[in-house]
C-alpha cells in the first residue's frame, strides 16, 4: 500500500476514528477530551470540538455521518452535529464511560461502563430527537 495524507494536529494519543460518509470527512478523537474534524480530499482540519474533560473513550458516527457520537472518562454521551461542529445532546451519566456502539439510525445507544454496567440509552437535545 501507499500513504496518502498523515493527519497532525493532536498532540496527546489518539483514542478513536471514525468516517463520516455523508460529508466525505474524518473525524478523530484523543485523550485530551478533543476531536478534529477532517475533509477526505484535502485532508485538511475543519473543526476541532471541545466539551469533554477527561479522555475519550470512542467514537462513532450516527446517521450516515451526519452525527457523532463520543464517550468519555468523564461519564459523559456527547451527540455532535459534524456539518457545524456543534453539540447537539448531551447526558452524563454516573461512571466512567469505558465503550460505545450505537444504531445506524442513531435509536438507541449502548454504553458500557467502569463500574461493570452496560447502560441502554435514547439520547435527546436541542433541534434533534433521535428515536
Same mark, same amino acid.
Given at each position: #500500500? /501507499? %500513504?496518502?495524507?498523515?493527519?497532525? @494536529?493532536? +498532540?496527546?494519543?489518539? !483514542?478513536?476514528? !471514525?468516517?463520516?460518509?455523508?460529508?466525505? @470527512? *474524518?473525524? !478523530?478523537?484523543?485523550?485530551? @477530551?478533543?476531536?478534529? $474534524?477532517?475533509?477526505? %480530499? /484535502?485532508?485538511?482540519?475543519?473543526?476541532?470540538?471541545?466539551?469533554? !474533560?477527561?479522555?475519550?473513550?470512542? *467514537?462513532? %458516527?450516527?446517521? #450516515?455521518?451526519?452525527? *457523532?457520537? /463520543?464517550?468519555? $472518562?468523564?461519564?459523559?454521551?456527547?451527540?455532535? =452535529?459534524? +456539518?457545524?461542529?456543534?453539540?447537539?445532546?448531551?447526558?452524563?451519566?454516573?461512571?466512567?464511560?469505558?465503550?460505545?456502539?450505537?444504531?445506524? =439510525? @442513531?435509536? +438507541?445507544?449502548?454504553?458500557?461502563?467502569?463500574?461493570? =454496567?452496560?447502560?441502554?440509552?435514547?439520547?435527546?437535545?436541542? =433541534?434533534?430527537? $433521535?428515536?
Amino acid at each position: #500500500g /501507499t %500513504q496518502l495524507a498523515v493527519l497532525e @494536529g493532536h +498532540s496527546v494519543p489518539l !483514542t478513536g476514528i !471514525t468516517v463520516t460518509p455523508l460529508y466525505q @470527512g *474524518i473525524a !478523530t478523537a484523543d485523550a485530551k @477530551g478533543c476531536i478534529r $474534524l477532517w475533509e477526505t %480530499q /484535502t485532508y485538511r482540519c475543519y473543526g476541532m470540538l471541545e466539551a469533554h !474533560t477527561q479522555s475519550i473513550t470512542a *467514537i462513532r %458516527q450516527v446517521m #450516515g455521518g451526519r452525527y *457523532i457520537a /463520543t464517550s468519555s $472518562l468523564d461519564g459523559a454521551l456527547r451527540l455532535w =452535529d459534524t +456539518s457545524t461542529g456543534d453539540e447537539r445532546a448531551s447526558l452524563l451519566v454516573r461512571s466512567k464511560i469505558t465503550s460505545l456502539d450505537c444504531a445506524e =439510525d @442513531g435509536s +438507541s445507544f449502548l454504553v458500557g461502563c467502569a463500574n461493570g =454496567d452496560v447502560l441502554v440509552l435514547k439520547l435527546m437535545g436541542r =433541534d434533534v430527537t $433521535l428515536s
